[in-house]
C-alpha cells in the first residue's frame, strides 16, 4: 500500500488547512486509520485516529475542538481538517495505515505498519 499526504503548507495562526491522505495498492474500507506530526527536534506524536466505517475518532488532547478527522472510503481517501491552527502545531504530518492483519481493529495501533511521505504544515504567529 502507498500512502499520499497533501494539503499542507504556510498559514497564520488562526488559520486552517485540510490535510488528505490517498491510498493505492490496497482497499482500506476495513482498517482503522491514524494522523502523526513530528515537530524539529521532537519525537513524532499520535494526533487522530478514525475508525474504517468513519464512525469513531479520538484526537489528542491539544487538538481537540481544533481538527476534525473523516473519511470517504469511495475515493480510499482520509481527510484531517485542522482549524484555529497554533505555532506549536508546525510540525511534518503523516498518515498512517496500520498493516494486513488489523482489520476492523479499533482504536488503530501506536506503531502502524505503513506511513505516507508527510507534508509540511508550518504556522506562523
Known amino acids: 500500500v502507498q500512502l499520499q499526504a497533501s494539503g499542507g503548507g504556510v498559514v497564520t495562526a488562526g488559520g486552517s488547512l485540510r490535510l488528505s491522505c490517498a491510498a493505492s495498492?490496497?482497499?482500506?474500507?476495513?482498517?482503522?486509520m491514524s494522523w502523526f506530526r513530528q515537530a524539529p527536534g521532537k519525537e513524532r506524536e499520535f494526533v487522530a485516529a478514525?475508525?474504517?466505517?468513519?464512525?469513531?475518532?479520538y484526537y489528542v488532547d491539544s487538538v481537540k475542538g481544533r481538527f476534525t478527522t473523516s473519511r470517504d472510503n469511495a475515493k480510499n481517501t482520509m481527510y484531517l481538517q485542522m482549524n484555529s491552527l497554533k505555532p506549536e502545531d508546525t510540525a511534518v504530518y503523516y498518515c498512517?495505515?496500520?498493516?494486513?492483519?488489523?482489520?476492523?481493529?479499533?482504536?488503530?495501533?501506536?506503531?502502524?505498519?505503513?506511513w505516507g511521505q508527510g507534508t509540511q504544515v508550518t504556522v506562523s504567529s
Open positions: 495498492g490496497r482497499t482500506l474500507n476495513k482498517y482503522s
Open positions: 498512517a495505515f496500520p498493516g494486513p492483519g488489523s482489520e476492523y481493529e479499533w482504536p488503530p495501533p501506536l506503531e502502524p505498519d505503513y
Open positions: 478514525i475508525s474504517w466505517s468513519g464512525g469513531s475518532t
